[in-house]
């Protein structure tokens, strides 16, 4: 049974950091792409950043650039977000995503809020 189980996410104030993890299991981690995205009510879920299933290509959003830095462990089939410098626009459910060719797989999220 696939299984991508996020924790990290709570209340912090702006300026503050967080370390998202997602943690994976039921399926091969070392050959998926793996991915965070995010969502708040109303919106479309938006891609903050990837990285490829060697941990050698990542890619990040606009909006999220240089404050947050993405990272894999194959060996503990883990994929961790850390988030600096954090705004209130960053608010929202942080979801993460497992991708290899036409398959994908979700967590079912972790809030972040942002706020003083």
């Known amino acids: 049974q696939v299984q991508l189980v996020e924790s990290g996410g709570g209340l912090v104030q702006p300026g503050g950091s967080l370390r998202l993890s997602c943690a994976a299991s039921?399926?091969?981690?070392?050959?998926?792409?793996m991915s965070w995205y995010r969502q708040t009510p109303g919106k479309e879920r938006e891609l903050v950043a990837s990285?490829?299933?060697?941990?050698?290509?990542?890619n990040y959003s606009d909006s999220m650039k240089g404050r947050c830095t993405i990272s894999r462990d194959n060996d503990k089939k883990t994929v961790s977000l850390q988030m600096n410098n954090l705004k209130p626009e960053d608010t929202a459910m942080y979801y993460c995503k497992a991708t290899k060719t036409w398959q994908a797989y979700w967590g079912q999220g972790t809030q972040v809020t942002v706020s003083s």
């Open positions: 039921g399926f091969t981690f070392s050959t998926y792409a």
């Open positions: 990285i490829g299933s060697a941990g050698r290509s990542v």
